[in-house]
């Protein structure tokens, strides 16, 4: 079946340092790809996602590229902030089949400190 | 309204009381799904509505009943749940069918449940 994994947290970083927060997935056809934030005590929200091969997706400073040949959807930002910390889920949607039904990776801590 | 809402924020229930969650979303999706999140861990999917009925049922106990009454509502009947229900409840919904590109689905900010 499918799955998503991403990297261990927490992820400690200063403000203004840089972010990349690996996901990867195992998937048959194409999957549309897509990166949660839960900020503390709420519910998710979509960052941003792609849907084909080399999309680009991005908001609010963070961005994360499709790459099919390495299936990873690496979530990066340029610099951090403190308002930053949240919890970030990978997450794909089967092209074909399963409609919108979410496969989720186990979820990356982001701790920014000032 | 790019909104999906849940009532209550938090509820704390007795092992035999019977209490009901809300959500509600004005955005036309046809797809509401209610997950099941505990702490440090992803959401885990419990029921999925399709058009208003119930398409999916991921083996959940009984104790737990949904319900949706309409296109907009999503409800989910409690009872005699145990203290390792206590969790939070998140409410989602999204396009069904997705058509060409996957919207992705929208989320509540979850009710926070403790069974005592």
């Known amino acids: 079946g499918d799955s998503v994994t991403q990297m261990e947290g927490p992820v400690t970083l200063s403000e203004e340092a840089f972010l990349t927060i690996n996901c990867t997935y195992t998937?048959?056809?194409?999957?549309?790809l897509f990166w949660y934030v839960q900020y503390p005590g709420e519910g998710l929200q979509l960052l941003l996602k792609?849907?084909?091969?080399?999309d680009k997706g991005s908001n609010k400073g963070f961005e994360a590229t499709y790459r099919k040949e390495t299936t990873s959807f690496h979530l990066e930002k340029g610099s951090v902030q403190v308002s930053d910390s949240a919890v970030y889920f990978c997450?794909?949607?089967?092209?074909?089949?399963?409609?919108?039904?979410?496969?989720f990776g186990g979820g990356t801590r982001l701790m920014v400190k000032p | 309204d790019t909104e999906v809402t849940q009532t209550p924020k938090h509820l704390v229930m007795g092992m035999t009381n019977k209490k009901s969650l809300k959500c509600e979303q004005h955005?036309?999706?046809?797809?509401m799904y209610w997950y099941k999140q505990k702490a440090k861990k992803p959401p885990e999917l419990m029921f999925v509505?399709?058009?208003?009925?119930?398409?999916i049922n991921e083996s959940v106990p009984s104790r737990f009943s949904p319900e949706c009454p309409n296109s907009s509502l999503l409800n989910l009947h409690l009872h005699a749940l145990q203290p390792e229900d206590s969790a939070l409840y998140l409410c989602?919904?999204?396009?069904?069918?997705?058509?060409?590109?996957?919207?992705?689905?929208?989320f509540g900010p979850g009710t926070r449940l403790t069974v005592l």
């Open positions: 989602a919904s999204s396009q069904d069918p997705p058509g060409l590109t996957a919207r992705g689905q929208f």
């Open positions: 998937a048959t056809g194409y999957p549309s």
């Open positions: 792609a849907t084909k091969a080399d």
């Open positions: 997450a794909l949607t089967p092209r074909l089949g399963a409609g919108n039904m979410l496969t």
């Open positions: 955005m036309g999706h046809r797809a």
């Open positions: 509505y399709s058009y208003e009925k119930l398409s």
